[in-house]
């Protein structure tokens, strides 16, 4: 029943009509906004979740309340889903800060101990719980960096054997190919 693909696109329409002042629903941000804080603020979502996934299957519903929550919290809502997965994003985020303090491999050592902390989750439901700040931190600088939720999405709603045997140590490569690709 998920429909992770309809579900940003979506978000991201609406955010972009709220943007360019033709929406009328202008409780829709404020609502996915609040939508990652707890019980209350998922409940007050609800429709805009019904029909892109299960709200009575919490580890869904988290996921989904994560990746619009993060959307409506950037500074400018983006134009389309980006093409950067989550390691790729947090490189992408310390690099352009230009600060220098890099360990011995040229890895920033904030954003390794933030990395190193997501792969440690065993569940996606605590990958969301780790998720939420690093989201909101990378899109702190106005949502500039193209992050693909759909695909981040996707990763969240596995189960969590392959997320620990798939989609970790793929981050893992992302992240670390991200750090030798910034170099060249």
């Known amino acids: 029943m998920a429909n992770p693909d ?5 978000v991201i329409h609406k955010l972009q009509d709220d943007e360019t002042k033709k929406s009328r629903d ?6 996915m906004r609040m939508a990652n804080t707890d019980t209350k603020g998922i409940s007050k979502s609800w429709q805009h979740f019904t029909r892109y996934c299960d709200i009575t299957n919490e580890k869904e519903l988290k996921a989904f309340a994560l990746i619009g929550s993060a959307l409506a919290k950037s500074g400018n809502p983006p134009k389309a889903n980006g093409h ?7 490189n992408v985020y310390y690099s352009a800060k230009g600060r220098n303090n890099n360990d011995e491999y040229g890895i920033d050592k904030a954003a390794k101990a ?14 969301c719980t780790i998720l939420r700040p690093m989201l909101n931190l990378i899109n702190s600088d ?6 693909n939720y759909i695909h981040l999405l996707k990763d969240l709603l596995v189960d969590d054997e392959k997320f620990n045997e798939q989609i970790k140590p793929r981050w ?6 991200g750090i030798k ?3 060249e």
Do not use: H, S, W
């Open 6 to 10: 309809g579900f940003v696109n979506m």
């Open 114 to 127: 933030r990395f190193i902390r997501l792969i440690a989750c065993d569940t996606t439901e605590e990958a």
């Open 84 to 90: 950067l997965e989550i390691g790729a994003a947090l």
């Open 26 to 31: 202008t409780a829709f941000r404020p609502a």
């Open 172 to 177: 893992a490569k992302n992240f670390y190919q």
């Open 181 to 183: 690709e910034a170099e």
């Open 142 to 147: 106005g949502g500039t960096i193209p992050i």
